[in-house]
């Protein structure tokens, strides 16, 4: 951590940095809009008009991740750069993820809407995207002030709704929408990253928070019910969303992601290993940090000496 104090107006651009930065998975696609259901023309793959966004039912939750992971890697930058004025700084940080994260979804959702074919369907379709986004970056705007303002239990709980979204955008990362990718070790590698990367960063979260009192404690188990919790809601709304069938209609696609949330809720197979990574990255990391600060303590008096 720098010991000198950061201009709070160079917080501006590191917002503005830190959003590209969240929008990367998207950005190295090409940025060509995903076919739509609903669109007015045919179109093929790679034919379809530039967005900023990838509006589609079927890449909705990284459409989030997009935004949240975003705001998040500028919540930890405003957490690791002192401020001369913290108030300022943290108001600018937020300005440079809006700044881009506003006009990215104005773009897209202006481009959206003069690609789709004309009626309801297609207004109720633009409008549930639309309000995904922007409730996304609402939240996003909380982990900036939780992560970069907050003590650390509460920069701990935002830091663990990044990390279950971290998931979804590594995924986008490593397989780009659009690319074809064959079965083989790697993939099966980057796959498993995929999976468990949200459980080693909040491992790390907790150690780095520690649970030495009343407030961390209960911060760390919340933690923990976010990855098992979150990690469940993904797979559930990946399940409705990625249904063809359920396409066009809304409500059954909804009872469908809330039947997978419950049914997944209590199968350990798929939450359990996530989860007990995380605890034990989260005790190794406690028993070092432990470790590491009485040595410095016993060598305080051999180093004034």
């Not at 409730?135 to 970069?148: C, E, M, P, T």
């Amino acid at each position: 951590m720098l010991s000198q104090p950061v201009r709070s107006w160079v917080f501006l651009p590191i917002g503005i940095v830190a959003a590209i930065v969240g929008l990367i998975p998207w950005l190295i696609t090409g940025m060509r809009l995903p076919l739509q259901n609903l669109w007015a023309t045919d179109s093929l793959p790679g034919r379809t008009p530039i967005a900023l966004l990838p509006f589609s039912q079927y890449t909705l939750v990284l459409l989030i991740s997009l935004l949240l992971i975003g705001a998040a890697i500028a919540g930890i930058a405003g957490r690791a750069l002192p401020a001369r004025r913290r108030g300022i700084a943290l108001l600018a940080l937020t300005g440079g993820v809006l700044v881009v994260q506003l006009i990215a979804l104005i773009q897209t959702a202006v481009t959206v809407s003069r690609g789709l074919r004309g009626g309801s369907q297609s207004n109720l379709y633009l409008i549930v995207i639309v309000g995904g986004a922007v409730l996304s970056i609402l939240v996003g705007i909380g982990l900036i002030a939780l992560i970069a303002r907050a003590p650390k239990a509460g920069a701990l709980i935002g830091l663990s709704v990044a990390a279950v979204a971290f998931s979804s955008w590594l995924t986008g990362l490593f397989f780009p929408i659009g690319s074809v990718f064959t079965a083989s070790p790697l993939t099966s590698l980057l796959s498993q990253a995929t999976r468990y990367s949200p459980a080693v960063l909040i491992g790390i979260a907790i150690a780095w928070c520690g649970v030495g009192s009343v407030g961390r404690a209960m911060a760390a188990i919340v933690s923990l019910l976010l990855l098992w919790v979150g990690m469940t809601a993904v797979i559930a709304v990946n399940n409705a969303l990625g249904s063809r069938a359920l396409a066009h209609d809304p409500a059954q696609m909804l009872d469908q992601a809330s039947g997978v949330f419950r049914s997944a809720l209590v199968v350990p197979e798929l939450w359990l290993p996530t989860v007990g990574l995380a605890v034990g990255v989260a005790a190794v990391g406690l028993v070092a940090r432990r470790t590491f600060t009485k040595r410095s303590r016993s060598a305080l008096p051999l180093a004034s000496g």
